[in-house]
């Protein structure tokens, strides 16, 4: 692996994970579209995985309210879990729409992508995706994650429940921008 593309993940991922801090989703696709800039997509996905799951577990614990969002939201968390398979599960605008305060509301995402991600990494290994370099980039993924992460959460935290919905809402609305140009 180049200089370039370490340094490529370790930005992709301080990025992401500063956008999973603040308003708690966004990582894949910005993590994603920033790889693809030096690595194949297929490396991008599959270096993304283990940092997404690791910030979706914190983000699920973080906050206090897990055995209460966990019941609340299992169903939904299992349905998804099988329906990844085949297609996306759109829920954002529906998570967005139970008007949970804003700390709930992330914690609430990080249960339900937890989930998610988890079965998309079975889906990948089935696949053959994971090798030994995208397997050791995932990992280190993890520190420059995390700390984009940390940095994302004290943002939210100054943010006015107010500003937060806005931020919420432009992030969906540029992750849906983000995912139709590969349509393009």
Same mark, same amino acid.
């Given at each position: 692996?180049?200089?370039?593309?370490?340094?490529?993940?370790?930005?992709?991922?301080?990025?992401?994970?500063?956008?999973?801090?603040?308003?708690?989703?966004?990582?894949?696709?910005?993590a994603i579209g920033l790889l693809s800039f030096?690595?194949?997509?297929?490396?991008?996905?599959?270096?993304?995985?283990?940092?997404?799951?690791?910030?979706?577990?914190?983000?699920?614990?973080?906050?206090?309210?897990?055995?209460?969002?966990?019941?609340?939201?299992?169903?939904?968390?299992?349905?998804?879990?099988?329906?990844?398979?085949?297609?996306?599960?759109?829920?954002?605008?529906?998570?967005?729409?139970?008007?949970?305060?804003?700390?709930?509301?992330?914690?609430?995402?990080?249960?339900?992508?937890? %989930? &998610?991600? +988890? =079965?998309? @990494? !079975?889906? #990948?290994?089935?696949?053959?995706?994971?090798?030994?370099?995208?397997?050791?980039?995932s990992v280190a993924a993890i520190a420059?994650?995390?700390?984009?992460?940390?940095?994302?959460?004290?943002?939210?935290?100054?943010?006015?429940?107010?500003?937060?919905?806005?931020? %919420? &809402?432009? +992030? =969906?609305? @540029? !992750?849906? #921008?983000?995912?139709?140009?590969?349509?393009?």
């Amino acid at each position: 692996m180049s200089l370039l593309q370490i340094v490529v993940i370790a930005v992709a991922f301080i990025v992401a994970g500063f956008a999973k801090g603040a308003i708690g989703m966004g990582m894949p696709p910005i993590a994603i579209g920033l790889l693809s800039f030096a690595l194949p997509l297929e490396s991008a996905i599959a270096i993304m995985v283990l940092p997404t799951m690791f910030t979706n577990i914190w983000q699920a614990i973080y906050g206090g309210g897990f055995v209460v969002l966990m019941r609340r939201f299992a169903p939904m968390a299992f349905t998804a879990m099988a329906a990844i398979v085949l297609a996306a599960v759109p829920f954002l605008p529906y998570m967005q729409s139970l008007e949970m305060n804003r700390h709930e509301l992330v914690q609430a995402l990080g249960i339900m992508f937890l %989930f &998610i991600i +988890g =079965m998309l @990494a !079975v889906v #990948l290994a089935w696949q053959g995706a994971y090798h030994i370099t995208n397997l050791a980039s995932s990992v280190a993924a993890i520190a420059p994650t995390m700390a984009g992460v940390w940095l994302g959460q004290h943002a939210r935290r100054r943010l006015s429940p107010e500003t937060f919905r806005k931020a %919420f &809402i432009f +992030g =969906m609305f @540029a !992750v849906g #921008l983000h995912m139709s140009r590969g349509l393009l």
